[in-house]
């Protein structure tokens, strides 16, 4: 696929329409989680998560696979997974006080990531979409936030463990985003 073709700026592709959709679902699982006094409520929460999670491991695949790759696309995934993120683990505060350290350091990671692409947007350059580790990190994330929604009866120190395991993945890909950064100076 050509990238001024004309497949690759069209706006309406099922890949779009899943992520769009992705968006569509935040706030029905904040309402959700957010008045949730069960732990079948909490787990109607994740269940909303988890499809959010399934059609953005599909989205990509459909992508690839029928040829709609689309410069919307490209933008609007990260977008849909970076909110998906900060929605969710910002509901999560509410419940678990050790969470808004996750917070603070996905909104320093993401704003980094949002400076820098801008940045390079605007000379003409962006990122080819996310590196491996940008993926894993993505996965780590949706594993754990996904598990703190799903059991909300769980220990302080199980908690703790996940949310140390979401921001050290959170840093490490910060970490290893910034020579990616630094070496699109030079093209």
């Given at each position: ?49 988890f499809i959010s999670a399934l059609t953005d ?131």
């Amino acid at each position: 696929m050509k990238e001024n073709g004309e497949e690759y700026n069209k706006i309406i592709t099922i890949p779009n329409m899943m992520s769009f959709f992705r968006l569509a679902l935040l706030p029905v699982f904040a309402c959700i989680y957010l008045n949730a006094k069960t732990v079948r409520g909490y787990q109607t929460a994740a269940l909303v998560l988890f499809i959010s999670a399934l059609t953005d491991m599909l989205d990509g695949k459909i992508a690839r696979k029928y040829h709609m790759i689309s410069r919307l696309g490209k933008a609007l995934d990260p977008i849909a997974d970076k909110m998906t993120h900060i929605v969710v683990v910002f509901c999560l505060c509410s419940r678990y006080r050790q969470v808004w350290i996750l917070l603070v350091i996905l909104a320093v990671k993401e704003s980094f990531m949002g400076i820098m692409g801008i940045i390079y947007l605007r000379k003409g350059r962006m990122l080819d979409g996310a590196h491996f580790f940008g993926k894993v990190c993505t996965t780590v994330l949706f594993a754990v936030l996904l598990v703190l929604v799903f059991l909300p009866q769980m220990s302080v120190f199980w908690v703790n463990m996940l949310v140390a395991a979401a921001c050290a993945a959170c840093l490490v890909t910060w970490v290893l985003y910034i020579p990616v950064f630094w070496k699109m100076k030079d093209k």
